[in-house]
């Protein structure tokens, strides 16, 4: 008999915080995988109400998978986080929209396949810098395919500087310093603690001798106090008198992510919230010499697939990879820089954004928006993807005062 698609309902989110990669990092001492085992031990904890049997796969993503990142993440990280051995998980790599990716478990939710899933993401860029142990095709190049400068994410970003002449580095770092305003109002009010899970983590001084455990509770990129005349006179690494800077992009950091997926009728049966339903998801491919833009067609196809426009939508969570490439989506559709409804509470240049891990990051900030504001209806997660694509889920507000 025809099956009728179910809603699938965004029940939990929960994240590390987010570190600076490299030997001076939190977790410089630090396991990847331990890293996404705390947070699913903690998504877990937080919803008692949930057998952990009940969980019906686990998809976690990594875009370097190799040493503490690989063995096949999802399976190995269920296990050792103590879910039930009769709980099968795998692995996703979609470079940064791992985590994204990972919530299209919803569709195995809407067919029936599933009734809960655990989908996020890990990225240790300390231990595994981006495009280690990757040998790219040489017909890249040789044949054409993409410019040099694909294979090299800043250099992207300075490609949609020429290409949007507009979006002039003032305008970026003018949106950098508002992300990392927004960022430290946000800690100050509460809106982001909720979302963390301490992580205990092992220091060591520079001659080798440790030093002790500590707790990472807040996030350690952030970079309070940051004004234009900060930002002005720093170095432009992927081209002489560019505009990309470590200012106005985000940072190599290390993370995880992990969320509860569910359809809205289990959920609600077993007493789980519901924070969000999911109405369509969309992934797009670009020029790969401008990644950056990958969000705009991402964006449209998305909508179109909710029977919804720009116009419907009162809150943007957009990943803040490089500030450029949020601009180009804000201009694409004639959003204001400083329109409240994108990114409330700040983004990855103040955060950081470790790969795969971020799409959850996105999920949590917009859930916590829905909750606060029930006057916004429609909301979309969306970034830009190395290779040039870009990816966007839009969501509806169970919360929403209409519906009452």
């Not at 929960?14 to 903690?42: C, H, N, Q, S, W």
């Not at 999920?363 to 190395?386: E, K, S, V, W």
Request: glycine share 12%; with cysteine; hydrophobic share 40%.
């Amino acid at each position: 008999m025809p099956r009728t698609a179910r809603d699938v309902v965004f029940v939990d989110g929960v994240r590390t915080p987010f570190g600076k990669a490299g030997p001076k990092g939190i977790y410089a001492e630090t396991r990847a995988d331990d890293l996404v085992i705390k947070a699913m031990r903690e998504l877990l904890r937080r919803n008692p109400g949930l057998d952990p049997a009940r969980v019906d796969d686990v998809a976690i993503a990594a875009t370097t998978q190799i040493g503490d990142q690989g063995l096949t993440l999802g399976r190995s990280a269920a296990l050792l986080a103590g879910l039930p051995k009769s709980v099968p998980g795998y692995s996703i790599d979609r470079m940064c929209a791992g985590a994204m990716t990972a919530t299209a478990v919803a569709g195995g939710i809407a067919f029936g396949a599933y009734d809960i899933a655990i989908a996020g993401g890990v990225e240790h860029m300390g231990r595994h810098p981006m495009g280690e142990g990757v040998d790219p095709n040489p017909r890249f190049l040789s044949e054409k395919l993409v410019d040099e400068s694909a294979l090299f994410m800043g250099m992207t970003a300075e490609n949609l500087h020429d290409r949007l002449p507009q979006l002039t580095k003032e305008r970026c770092d003018a949106f950098a310093v508002a992300s990392q305003e927004k960022a430290a109002k946000a800690y100050a009010n509460g809106d982001i603690q909720p979302d963390l899970v301490p992580v205990a983590i092992r220091r060591t001084n520079p001659a080798g001798g440790e030093t002790g455990w500590g707790l990472a509770t807040a996030d350690e990129p952030m970079r309070p106090g940051t004004t234009m005349a900060s930002l002005a006179g720093l170095k432009t690494p992927f081209r002489p008198h560019g505009r990309i800077t470590a200012g106005n992009a985000a940072g190599l950091n290390d993370g995880a992510t992990a969320s509860l997926l569910a359809a809205e009728d289990v959920a609600r049966e077993l007493g789980l919230p519901v924070k969000m339903r999911m109405l369509s998801f969309a992934y797009a491919g670009v020029e790969p010499e401008v990644m950056g833009i990958g969000p705009v067609p991402a964006t449209e196809k998305a909508l179109l697939k909710a029977g919804l426009s720009i116009d419907d939508i009162g809150a943007f969570e957009i990943n803040e990879a490089f500030a450029v490439q949020v601009l180009s989506l804000l201009d694409h559709y004639g959003i204001a820089d400083d329109d409240e409804r994108v990114n409330p509470y700040g983004g990855a240049i103040a955060f950081g954004h470790p790969l795969a891990s971020t799409g959850v990051r996105l999920m949590n900030q917009l859930a916590h928006r829905f909750q606060q504001r029930p006057d916004i209806r429609y909301g979309i997660t969306t970034m830009c993807i190395g290779m040039g694509m870009g990816g966007t889920v839009v969501w509806e507000n169970p919360n929403f005062e209409g519906q009452k």
